[in-house]
């Protein structure tokens, strides 16, 4: 029984397949085109153990083709020209299906080389990705293939997967197995729609599970311990990672707290402080901003009380800061105002430097009014006069626009009183 449980219990049917009925129910598109029998070029898209590998298998049962297996992280040209080899003998004669596991770890190079023979139909791909497919997988590749979304797997699907999972060891070792109702929950849900996970959960819970007048009683403190932070998808260089922090940052800027405070925790359990870290002070500037600059210290105080503490303690003070921004007004004037500026210069609209502000001491022959004529504002009422800051091309330029919050309300308040004079 050395291979895994998720295998030896792998679906052989759609009928099956755990979720994906988005995908796989009645009228759904991958189905009809897998029970139409004419397979075009396929690709699976989405998280690990949500039935890519299980739905391509099922696919090469139901064709005459013959089935060649290639997995990204370990497969090379040479195998890839091998495939391409076999096409023209005998097991090439009804085409050949491959089945390109992980196909983001292929280089442009090594999809190239398959690229002709996808064209011309002797070879059929169906390849899986863990990854997004439009940024990891060449374009020609793309054109030439359909994308399908795998999505997790609701906590209510893959229960009934653990009971199978549980029947099917009860058989094997020959033994009862005593597991609650409650246990089988708890394991569906701690595994994070990942059905292979929950797999692995069955088995390991099962192994370690005490043997009580015949019988193996698997409890829900066993499947605590062995299923502690299955739940967790994350991957740093991934599509996860980024989903993540942009969640964080998303619920911080729309005031949700209990979201924010969710997000912060997955990033937290993940271990990355430095991202959680990185988004709360990027959120305090860009979406608090002037409604509320105080809080700008404050999170900079915070982030280095948690960097300085480290985990498991940083998750206090980040707490604080992300509470406090969640319940901040908000104002992305100056974000926006910075933007546009930068737009500008980008766009070549620079010019000279007023003379006025130019830091020069002495005029040349060619200055035809000689003196810089600088006025110093703090010579002047209200420490402020009107002179020209801008250069010529874009004087009239108005990039920062006032917030209608109460601070900026002040703000603008305040100068229009003086200028106005």
Known sequence: MSTPLADRIRPKSLNEVVGQNHLLGEDKPLRKIIESGQIPNLIFYGPSGVGKTTVASIIAKQTNKTLRKLNGTTASTADIKDIIAGRDGFAGINGILLYLDEI?????????????FIEDGSITLIASTTENPYFYIYNAILSRSTVFEFKAVDSSEIEPAVRRGFDLLKDEYNVEIDVSDETVSYIASACGGDVRKAMNAVELCTLAAEEKDGAKVITLEIAKELTQKSALRYDRQGDEHYDI????????????????LHYLGRLLEAGDLPSACRRLMVCACEDVGLAYPQIIPIVKACVDIALQVGLPEARIALADAVVMV???????????????AIADIRAGKIGSIPRTLQNKHFDGEDQAVKGQFYKYPHSFENHWISQQYLPDIIKDAEYYKYG?????QAFKSYWDNIKKK
């Open 104 to 116: 983001q770890y292929f280089n442009k190079k090594q999809q190239q080389t398959l690229l002709e």
């Open 245 to 260: 922090v942009s969640a964080y940052q998303k619920s911080m800027r729309g005031s949700d707290t209990n979201a924010a």
């Open 326 to 340: 969640c319940n901040a007004p908000k104002s992305n004037t100056a974000y926006c105002a910075i933007d546009d």
């Open 404 to 408: 209608d919050n109460k601070n900026e």
